[in-house]
Nanobody, 121 residues
Framework: QVQVMESGGGLVQAGGSLRLSCAAS????????MGWYRQAPGKQRELVAT???????NYADSAKGRFTISSDNAKNTVDLQMNSLKPEDTAVYYC???????????????WGQGTQVTVSS
């Protein structure tokens, strides 16, 4: 079974930077996209950024201009560079590898366990 693991979280002051990394244990057949999501206490999980295997990127409005997603398909990794961090960025960050499964090509996500990012003021 494929395992996904994030790393790079931690505690930073507002205005600082962190780089999150995520790796799958092996390559995934029919991989469609990779992404980063976050969930703050008491809130719904939300999309931060995604990147397709073709290189198309999508960012949440809150991340645009501050965060950069990148991937290495050959190494089964996806990174999130976070700059100019704000206290409202505090959350558990999860990475996901999305595949298209079955003849109908329905989406299925492989999720990491999450890594805590805390931004202090």
């Amino acid at each position: 079974q494929v395992q996904v693991m994030e790393s790079g979280g931690g505690l930073v002051q507002a205005g600082g930077s962190l780089r999150l990394s995520c790796a799958a244990s092996r390559s995934l057949f029919n991989l469609f996209a990779m992404g980063w999501y976050r969930q703050a206490p008491g809130k719904q999980r939300e999309l931060v950024a995604t990147i397709s295997t073709g290189g198309s990127v999508n960012y949440a409005d809150s991340a645009k201009g501050r965060f950069t997603i990148s991937s290495d398909n050959a190494k089964n990794t996806v990174d999130l560079q976070m700059n100019s961090l704000k206290p409202e960025d505090t959350a558990v960050y999860y990475c996901k590898f999305t595949v298209l499964r079955g003849v109908s090509r329905n989406e299925y996500g492989y999720w990491g366990q999450g890594t805590q990012v805390t931004v202090s003021s």
